[in-house]
């Protein structure tokens, strides 16, 4: 690449008022402004057109793991778009065809539950209380305000998404996918339905499936406020021993328990056929304390004899392996909590309590009746929602179930074979292990917000299910096979995955076998967080392979969690969630102080989060809270952690440091400038073939940092693109390179034009390299760059005059610069760098930072040979007098006046004797003229005493 003189001159009409101030020939900003800068270019951005696709091209294409509605961004949604924007903006940049689909998930469960909150607290409604169609009308008025708010969010971060095929989960195309593949599903046998025991989340009233319940480890007696606690403290962590009086003898059987109000749920007492402790029991009559009936002792296999008594309560509607047992031994079904969690099927005193209530008047009754034998502390995992962090509770229920292990083995052969690769590897183990022990999904919701089930069947009659597109087709297939138009559909709505399962495909307008399925499916890459790689992942893949026969995706990327500096999990209870919006424009400590207490007044926040909150932030931070980064700043930096690892540690001082770094970079576009405007001349034509060993140097760690890109890219290893890119433009560039072109320019001949020519390359393909990072940055500083050439008559040859930007143009390719391939100058230049850092720290031992001596250097002649081209670099940097060579240093050891160091190649002196005077000297004029002041000052005080 060269630049030849060119006659043209163009101005872009439409550039920002700042932006024609700097394009003023003598004008330079002094400094990057964010803002300014991504104002201008979100408008730019805004009114481009979609892309264009060319049948020539390759495509590369992915979605964007579409966020709730109910959310707005937070660290975790911009990392994410961070690393897929600068994906898809490389192989854009690389000459493919690009497809990154936007998105927003319906989210079923929480966006119901929060209009219904607000319903309640501005009318005194709940949904019951209206038709199902009004608070659907409702729903999505709430839905649309908080869809727009969140792709206005995106957009403000300078995505490369496309817009126009953005899609939400309850949209018309679908709608009609979840549709077909559920009714393909059922027709092949994999959907079912069953009453079984289902989780049940009270606060939410709905079911969940087993991978949305989380456990609660409690190691000792703790006390814990749920949801539909009602704001009371509920004792876990402790297990109570109960008496069971045996009928006819003088005897009774114990148990433990940590869930005594379900007592009234009981059917049996069960022992272990070998305990040999109760064998006499078994067949044996219990009269129930409480309940007031009769229940068998049996014997069942899977009771654990070395377990508290060896003893266990049967409560089949309750618990799993009660419900076993209870299957085995055909013992009825008592259910004893509604769906409010309250009692029911219970002596009358209890009836209507809530769940923790009925604890308390349950242990008082045993202890009254004299049954109760004590409690102790007991080591529990208890199952919480992991929405809404209610108490589980396990309900028989008839629900909707997709047949796992099938559409699962297909999923761990994929994986196998290589088909479909995890990014890092070592997920493939839990892949495994998970697939391998799945359980067959529950997908029924007990909502309005979702896909209604494509489920029809005759008024009363359970056994009359089937499968139907829409109610008029639903009708049709009703007359045909029951001659009867009474129908109804399954009020139950599908769970928020299953939409979601289908989301590669399914924005593609599946099950129509267009051209967009053609060139676009299955997607290049699946990048997401690796904590829904069972929720999302999974379940898309073996969606995908049995609806579609093909994998979604051919290789998942899946980046860690988001903590603070300390490692500690991003959340509202510890204080220390980072809002990217503060991060982009800058906060002080005192309104971060006044945001969380806002957020508190608001609901958002309880009195003891904000109270964490406050404390943190007073820790955490000084006045200045946290610095203005900008969005190009907050992106880089985000992609410079290695988001392979299991936790990313976000500190706001790693990421100021990029803005730093971009202003870096932006202060060496205005130092180009500058000496553009002192270049008395300009050549017709420069190549980047330099003669001068500096401008060498700087052009073969510029293909060097293109090389370790491509491959880092290759690899997903966006920390080591970015750190390729920081180390060539902050660090070789910036700091070595331009101090070693100041010289260098003042001399106004052939090394100055050779200079300005290789600094011009630096920074325009170092620009387009930093581009999938920074697209504000890069397009801005690119149009300067540009701009600036062109009113010189220069420009940059192989581009277009004007409408140029970095992010439009062709990403650099290592090969185009391997000419520039130096290995024996790279060496040298090494070496030269080595001798400064320890010039310099002799100069800092001896506070002669300010001096500049002469500097001795001993060792092989091959040192002289190396060095004595790049002296120059090693006096500038350094700031010596000069750099001398020796091959016997036996009478420079002899001299006192000289400080010297070790190093690779041989030992450097530096001459101290200079400085040591010139301080010396300094030191006499300092004193002398302090003494002069206070002389003047005592002849003034006596003056004045004497007048």
């Known amino acids: 690449m060269k630049i030849v003189k060119s006659g043209f001159y163009a101005r872009s009409l439409n550039l920002h008022v700042y932006f024609q101030l700097l394009l003023k020939r003598g004008h330079h900003l002094s400094s990057f402004n964010p803002s300014l800068t991504e104002k201008k270019w979100q408008k730019i951005y805004a009114t481009d057109e979609p892309k264009d696709y060319k049948a020539s091209k390759s495509s590369f294409s992915m979605v964007l793991p579409p966020p709730n509605v109910t959310g707005s961004l937070h660290l975790g949604h911009a990392l994410t778009v961070s690393i897929q924007d600068a994906i898809v903006r490389w192989h854009k940049m690389r000459g493919m065809n690009t497809v990154w689909v936007p998105g927003c998930d319906h989210a079923g469960i929480a966006t119901q539950a929060v209009v219904e909150r607000q319903l309640l607290a501005a009318k005194g409604k709940r949904r019951a209380d209206m038709p199902r169609e009004q608070f659907m009308e409702m729903i999505s008025a709430w839905k649309n305000d908080n869809e727009s708010r969140i792709y206005e969010q995106l957009q403000t971060l300078g995505l490369l998404l496309d817009w126009d095929r953005k899609t939400f989960t309850l949209d018309p195309n679908m709608s009609k996918s979840v549709t077909e593949a559920f009714i393909r599903l059922y027709n092949d046998g994999l959907i079912y339905r069953k009453f079984s025991l289902a989780n049940w989340c009270v606060a939410l009233q709905t079911s969940l499936s087993d991978i949305e319940v989380d456990y609660l480890e409690i190691e000792s007696p703790k006390s814990v406020v749920f949801p539909s606690s009602k704001g009371r403290s509920v004792l876990m962590g402790q297990i109570y021993e109960i008496a069971y009086p045996v009928e006819g003898i003088e005897a009774e059987l114990t148990v433990l328990t940590t869930r005594p109000e379900t007592v009234f749920g009981d059917v049996a007492l069960a022992v272990h056929p070998k305990d040999q402790r109760y064998t006499a029991f078994?067949?044996?009559?219990?009269?129930?304390?409480?309940?007031?009936?009769?229940?068998?002792?049996?014997?069942?296999?899977?009771?654990?004899?070395?377990?508290?008594?060896?003893?266990?309560?049967?409560?089949?509607?309750?618990?799993?392996?009660?419900?076993?047992?209870?299957?085995?031994?055909?013992?009825?079904?008592?259910?004893?909590?509604?769906?409010?969690?309250?009692?029911?099927?219970?002596?009358?005193?209890?009836?209507?309590?809530?769940?923790?209530?009925?604890?308390?008047?349950?242990?008082?009754?045993?202890?009254?009746?004299?049954?109760?034998?004590?409690?102790?502390?007991?080591?529990?995992?208890?199952?919480?929602?992991?929405?809404?962090?209610?108490?589980?509770?396990?309900?028989?229920?008839?629900?909707?179930?997709?047949?796992?292990?099938?559409?699962?083995?297909?999923?761990?052969?994929?994986?196998?074979?290589?088909?479909?690769?995890?990014?890092?590897?070592?997920?493939?183990?839990?892949?495994?292990?998970?697939?391998?022990?799945?359980?067959?999904?529950?997908?029924?919701?007990?909502?309005?917000?979702?896909?209604?089930?494509?489920?029809?069947?005759?008024?009363?009659?359970?056994?009359?299910?089937?499968?139907?597109?829409?109610?008029?087709?639903?009708?049709?297939?009703?007359?045909?096979?029951?001659?009867?138009?009474?129908?109804?559909?399954?009020?139950?709505?599908?769970?928020?995955?299953?939409?979601?399962?289908?989301?590669?495909?399914?924005?593609?307008?599946?099950?129509?076998?267009?051209?967009?399925?053609?060139?676009?499916?299955?997607?290049?890459?699946?990048?997401?967080?690796?904590?829904?790689?069972?929720?999302?992942?999974?379940?898309?893949?073996?969606?995908?392979?049995?609806?579609?026969?093909?994998?979604?995706?051919?290789?998942?990327?899946?980046?860690?969690?988001?903590?603070?500096?300390?490692?500690?999990?991003?959340?509202?209870?510890?204080?220390?969630?980072?809002?990217?919006?503060?991060?982009?424009n800058g906060i002080s400590k005192k309104e971060l102080e006044a945001k969380a207490t806002r957020s508190w007044k608001e609901g958002i926040i309880s009195k003891d989060e904000l109270n964490t909150s406050l404390v943190t932030i007073d820790s955490n931070f000084s006045e200045d809270g946290i610095k203005q980064v900008g969005v190009d700043g907050l992106r880089l930096a985000l992609c410079s952690y290695d988001i392979k690892n299991d936790m990313i540690k976000v500190d706001t001082e790693h990421l100021y440091f990029h803005r730093l770094?971009?202003?870096?970079?932006?202060?060496?576009?205005?130092?180009?400038?500058?000496?553009?405007?002192?270049?008395?001349?300009?050549?017709?034509?420069?190549?980047?073939?330099?003669?001068?060993?500096?401008?060498?140097?700087?052009?073969?760690?510029?293909?060097?940092?293109?090389?370790?890109?491509?491959?880092?890219?290759?690899?997903?290893?966006?920390?080591?693109?970015?750190?390729?890119?920081?180390?060539?433009?902050?660090?070789?560039?910036?700091?070595?390179?331009?101090?070693?072109?100041?010289?260098?320019?003042?001399?106004?001949?052939?090394?100055?034009?050779?200079?300005?020519?290789?600094?011009?390359?630096?920074?325009?393909?170092?620009?387009?390299?930093?581009?999938?990072?920074?697209?504000?940055?890069?397009?801005?500083?690119?149009?300067?760059?540009?701009?600036n050439l062109m009113q010189r008559g220069l420009k940059l040859e192989g581009f277009p005059a004007s409408g140029l930007r970095a992010t439009n143009a062709k990403y650099p390719a290592s090969e185009e610069w391997a000419t520039l391939e130096n290995p024996k100058l790279k060496d040298s230049m090494k070496l030269a760098l080595e001798v400064v850092k320890v010039v310099r720290a002799i100069k800092a031992r001896s506070k002669m930072t300010k001096h500049k001596p002469n500097v001795f250097i001993s060792g092989p002649l091959i040192l002289e040979e190396q060095l004595s081209p790049l002296c120059s670099v090693v006096t500038t940097l350094s700031r010596i007098q000069g750099l001398h060579f020796a091959s016997d240093d036996k009478d420079l050891k002899q001299q006192e006046n000289y400080g010297r160091e070790s190093f690779s190649h041989g030992t450097i002196f530096v001459e101290l004797e200079t400085a040591v005077n010139t301080n010396i000297r300094d030191q006499v004029l300092k004193l002398q003229a302090k003494r002069d002041k206070h002389s003047d000052y005592l002849s003034y005080l006596q003056k004045n005493q004497q007048e």
């Open 661 to 787: 770094f971009l202003n870096k970079t932006w202060q060496a576009m205005n130092f180009l400038l500058i000496n553009l405007d002192k270049a008395e001349s300009l050549p017709e034509v420069v190549t980047l073939h330099s003669k001068n060993p500096v401008n060498a140097w700087i052009l073969e760690r510029l293909y060097e940092m293109l090389r370790k890109v491509e491959m880092s890219f290759l690899d997903y290893d966006l920390h080591l693109v970015t750190k390729a890119i920081i180390q060539f433009m902050y660090f070789e560039l910036c700091d070595v390179y331009l101090e070693c072109a100041k010289p260098m320019l003042v001399q106004k001949d052939d090394v100055s034009l050779e200079t300005i020519s290789t600094l011009i390359h630096c920074l325009e393909v170092g620009l387009r390299t930093l581009a999938p990072f920074t697209p504000f940055f890069a397009d801005e500083m690119y149009e300067i760059l540009h701009s």
């Open 282 to 584: 078994v067949g044996s009559i219990l009269a129930h304390p409480i309940a007031g009936r009769r229940i068998p002792v049996i014997s069942d296999d899977s009771v654990d004899m070395d377990f508290g008594t060896g003893v266990v309560k049967i409560t089949p509607a309750h618990d799993t392996l009660d419900y076993e047992i209870g299957q085995r031994h055909s013992l009825e079904m008592i259910q004893i909590f509604n769906e409010n969690g309250d009692i029911q099927n219970a002596p009358e005193q209890y009836l209507g309590k809530s769940r923790f209530d009925a604890r308390d008047a349950v242990l008082e009754t045993f202890s009254q009746m004299g049954l109760l034998r004590g409690s102790k502390s007991h080591k529990m995992a208890v199952p919480i929602c992991s929405r809404s962090g209610d108490l589980i509770e396990l309900m028989p229920r008839p629900q909707w179930y997709v047949k796992c292990e099938p559409l699962a083995e297909k999923a761990i052969e994929y994986v196998k074979s290589g088909e479909l690769k995890l990014i890092p590897k070592y997920h493939e183990g839990v892949w495994f292990e998970y697939l391998r022990n799945i359980r067959d999904w529950c997908v029924s919701r007990q909502l309005w917000w979702g896909h209604q089930i494509p489920m029809y069947k005759l008024k009363g009659c359970e056994d009359t299910w089937f499968p139907a597109p829409d109610h008029s087709s639903a009708l049709d297939i009703a007359k045909a096979k029951y001659n009867s138009e009474d129908i109804v559909q399954d009020q139950d709505v599908l769970d928020t995955w299953f939409s979601s399962s289908l989301f590669p495909f399914a924005v593609f307008d599946w099950p129509n076998n267009n051209q967009d399925m053609k060139r676009f499916f299955p997607l290049s890459l699946m990048e997401t967080g690796s904590d829904i790689l069972f929720f999302w992942v999974a379940r898309m893949v073996m969606m995908s392979s049995y609806l579609t026969g093909k994998l979604p995706f051919r290789e998942v990327l899946l980046h860690g969690m988001i903590c603070d500096a300390g490692g500690r999990k991003m959340s509202k209870s510890k204080g220390n969630v980072i809002d990217p919006v503060d991060v982009i």
